[in-house]
């Protein structure tokens, strides 16, 4: 997947430029932007202040180390009952 030129937070902004009163078309003109674009980061980031981002990305990140951690155990805990049922 291609990596986008702006940042998380710079979307944000952008976003909240466009909701302050500026046209959508000069907002995208003026950043590059296409008017899809906008309206996918609008999808996806519409709402959202830089902090609620920053903690939604925090919990992302807590989430996919709890899931690896749980994937870790799961193995363990199934080679534990092969290894039971092989001495029984």
Avoid at 18 to 38: D, F, M, Q, W
Avoid at 72 to 79: F, G, I, R, V, Y
């Amino acid at each position: 997947m291609k990596k986008s030129r702006f940042t998380e937070t710079q979307m944000v902004s952008i976003l909240k430029e466009a909701e302050s009163g500026l046209a959508v078309n000069e907002v995208c003109r003026k950043h590059g932007i296409s008017p899809a674009t906008y309206y996918k980061w609008k999808a996806k980031y519409g709402g959202l202040d830089a902090s609620e981002l920053k903690r939604i990305k925090e919990l992302e990140a807590e989430n996919a180390k709890l899931k690896r951690m749980f994937a870790d155990m799961a193995l363990e805990n199934n080679a534990l009952k092969d290894l039971i049922e092989k001495k029984l």
